[in-house]
């Protein structure tokens, strides 16, 4: 079996995957029985999988090196070529929809795979494919500018990522310096985030207007694979966060800066919920890792067997390097079977939470290779929200393991930071929508429009003389809002669900786990709502999700 960095690449061609697929789409439609149709879905599907491996290896190599000119020049060439790959993919979506045969499919692979395919064909049309190709050089730009910062600070030279620390130190002084010196590396690049982004929204508003609608937002939903909600839903929900939830963090951040000594909450004080500092996890990386291994062997046979071959396989890379872009990610590789576990470890509470977030990713994706199809495999983001957040969890009898007697510390902070996200998640979210609604804003529209959000959602929070942020830019840096438009609420409808098996897990833990399991088990068999009605969990579009939430937290606390 072949480690990651084994894993050989081989640039894929429109010219190559073009009459292949057509060859496949050709077989589906003149295909005489179910079984042949059958057939013909998964060789398909081994088709498509050959094609995205080397697409999803060059992705990683990129990220990992965005100065390797030779991936930078492959990533450059899929930008490219995928809308137009994506086109012919679009023909065997039609074809799908188009059998005679869809009752012997859906009994035998689900109805699911026709629901999406649906909402597939809504989301494409032949002439957004050079609005597409500019779309992905534009979001590579973006990554590229992300990952070439280089942030002087006290004689050193760090990224994005490697600031990190320095924004959380116990010392004042060093948090506001460091947030400072990331603000004015931003200001520097302001015009590069407001072309970038101006190019983007126009993009994409062309594009929703090309498939049929007034603006970009129900193309965006569609790209999102949203198959059980819509925006009246999202809206539904945020106005329950703004009730429910954003009262209880103004509570708990008036006892945040009594406990770490300020007046107020400046943006360098919002992530430190301790006067001596926040929980760090203790060792090496290779330590963190070591324990990482430790505590899913004893987790559950099923996560042991995982983070063995996860291991084997050289599935990780986790490290903050120079040109390496930030962030943190799961990508999987079907073809080899490896769920790849992309990071930037930079020594604080982060790391561990980054390292069962995404292996909550990557165990859920291991799972789901028991499913023959990728119909059945893929399921919606939020869904997979839900693997990874509510993984961070069901991990915390293990975190002696990382913190050792800081664990507490470390407890208090997961738990309020999962909180307080909500109200972060919705800001970004709606944003978004008023930014999609209003396509013509200018950068300082779009500035104030973020102001007027924070005051909204995060009215503990106080920009004023804080550069960056008192300008309203600090969404620039929230690398969702330009490269997954309408992503980012998916991590707060899965955070509700997290906390509720958070919840569960404090009087039952094996309880927890087997709605969990259950959940998880099911990988892209059914919608979200229907996932979570199914592993008996409540939908956070009930009413109460969330004030049960609030209530189960603050009683912790």
Known sequence: ??????????????????????????????????????????????????????????????????????????????????????????????????????????????????????????????????????????????????????????????????????????????????????????????????????????????????????????????????????????????????EHIVPLVVKLKEKQAARIQVEEIKPYDDNLLFLDGNAAPKGTPDEILEAGRKMYHELSPETAEYIDAALKLESFDVLAKPNKAPGGFCYTIDKYKIPFVYANFNGTSDDVETLTHEVGHAFAAWRAFNYPISAQREYTFETAEVHSMAMEFLTWPWMELFYGNETDKFKQAHLENALSFLPYGCMVDEFQHIIYENPNMTPDERNKTWMELENKYRPWRKNEGVPFHADGRRWQLQSHIYQRPFYYIDYCLAQTNALAIWALSQNDWKDAWQKYFAFLEQAGTMTFVDLTAGAGLPSPFTPDALKLVAQAVENWL
């Open 1 to 242: 079996m072949l480690t990651f960095p084994q894993l050989p690449y081989t640039r894929q061609t429109y010219e190559d995957a073009a009459p292949k697929i057509q060859e496949m789409v050709e077989r589906f439609k003149n295909a005489k029985t179910a079984e042949e149709a059958k057939t013909v879905c998964l060789n398909m599907d081994a088709l498509s999988s050959n094609f995205i491996a080397d697409y999803i290896v060059c992705y990683i190599r990129n990220h990992l090196d965005t100065s390797d000119k030779f991936y930078e020049d492959e990533q450059a060439h899929y930008d490219e070529i995928m809308p137009r790959v994506m086109e012919e993919f679009h023909a065997w979506t039609n074809a799908l929809l188009e059998t005679p045969f869809r009752k012997e499919l859906s009994a035998e692979y689900g109805e699911i795979g026709f629901i999406n395919a649906e909402i597939a064909k809504r989301s494409f049309s032949p002439d957004i494919v050079a609005d597409s190709q500019e779309e992905n050089a534009l979001m590579t730009r973006y990554t590229k500018l992300l990952a070439s910062a280089k942030i002087e600070f006290r004689g050193e030279e760090y990224n994005l990522a490697q600031m990190g620390p320095f924004a959380l130190d116990a010392d004042r002084a060093t948090r506001k310096e460091a947030t400072e010196a990331t603000a004015y590396w931003s200001i520097a690049h302001q015009a590069q985030f407001d072309e970038i982004y101006d190019k983007l929204v126009a993009l994409r508003t062309k594009m929703g207007k090309t498939l049929g609608h007034d603006n970009f937002i129900p193309a965006g939903y569609d790209k999102q694979g949203r198959n059980c909600y819509g925006p009246d839903e999202v809206a539904a929900y945020r106005a329950a966060v703004l």
